[in-house]
């Protein structure tokens, strides 16, 4: 049987669909007799819903510099330029 | 005969397609005038969005600028110049997360599981999940809740928030992460496994079982 750490980790990989099947199978095994990793997997489901409200919130802000900033960056360039 | 002119048909894509491949391509000329108002956008958001943090994320552009300038003679004009330039600003970033990896001293995280002895890959006891609040599910939907979870993100170690963001709020692939920072994806892997378990024992400590 895999120890907790490793456990945790494939539920960690499975939250991105990245975990194999084996590994799938392994961790259901796991489950079977550890309550506390099905206790961190269910919390896992909610952890990630928290980040997927953040990686929408983070796609919808564009990063850009300020035009004093850019002028700021023109007079750097152009001292290396000279 | 429609067999016939889809044959034809392809022979001339083809031959198309290699009159193509022999014509010589135009070159690429480097326009360092320009490229602030080209350029300078698009690569701090490249920037920002891989190191978090504003200032870092300018400087590196500036330093793509330059290091650019300095290798100009070497552009050979077969790439986009803005290509050329993410190329450069790409090995930026490595090097920052290269020297953010070597930082001693920096804060690491704790250790959820036993790392050796008879009880080695089983929960430290005092870091074992506790059940959440009846009410956490509502409080899934707090907007205090964003401020308290990038509290949390921000006490992790810079490489393993550099790594977590680029994994799980950017959403980038395995594979391009690996690349970009130069690690396996075992390594990758255990990097999100622990800012993952330290971010579920924050967030429990401050705000479901609070």
């Known amino acids: 049987m895999i120890s907790c750490d490793e456990a945790t980790l494939i539920c960690d990989k499975s939250q991105y669909k990245e975990a194999t099947l084996a590994e799938k199978l392994k961790l259901n095994g796991h489950f079977f007799q550890c309550k506390i990793c099905r206790l961190y997997s269910n919390q896992n489901n909610r952890m990630t819903f928290l980040f997927q409200i953040k990686a929408i919130n983070c796609k919808q802000h564009k990063n850009c510099l300020s035009q004093a900033e850019k002028e700021k960056l023109a007079i750097e360039l152009k001292k290396v330029k000279v | 005969m429609g067999n016939m002119k889809v044959t034809k048909r392809k022979k001339i894509t083809v031959h198309l397609i290699l009159l193509k491949l022999k014509m010589p391509q135009e070159k690429i000329i480097l326009n360092p005038d320009k490229w602030i108002d080209k350029y300078a956008d698009y690569l701090f958001n490249y920037a920002v969005v891989r190191v978090n943090d504003s200032d870092l994320a300018k400087d590196l552009v500036q330093e793509t600028f330059f290091a650019g300038l300095k290798s100009a003679k070497n552009f050979q004009g ?133």
């Open chain 2, 78 to 210: 077969k790439a986009a110049e803005r290509t050329w330039l993410v190329a450069i600003l790409k090995r930026k970033v490595i090097d920052h997360y290269r020297k953010i990896n070597s930082k001693k001293g920096q804060a690491e995280v704790r250790m959820n599981f036993y790392n050796d002895g008879e009880h080695e890959g089983s929960w430290i006891e005092e870091r074992v999940p506790q059940s959440w609040d009846n009410d956490s599910e509502k409080k899934l939907e707090n907007e205090e809740l964003k401020t308290q979870l990038d509290m949390c993100i921000d006490n992790l170690p810079e490489k393993y928030a550099m790594v977590f963001r680029m994994k799980t709020i950017q959403e980038f692939e395995t594979e391009e992460i690996c690349k970009e920072l130069d690690i396996t994806a075992s390594n990758l892997w255990v990097i999100i496994h622990r800012a993952r378990t330290q971010l579920r024992k924050c967030m429990e400590d401050n705000w479901f079982n609070t």
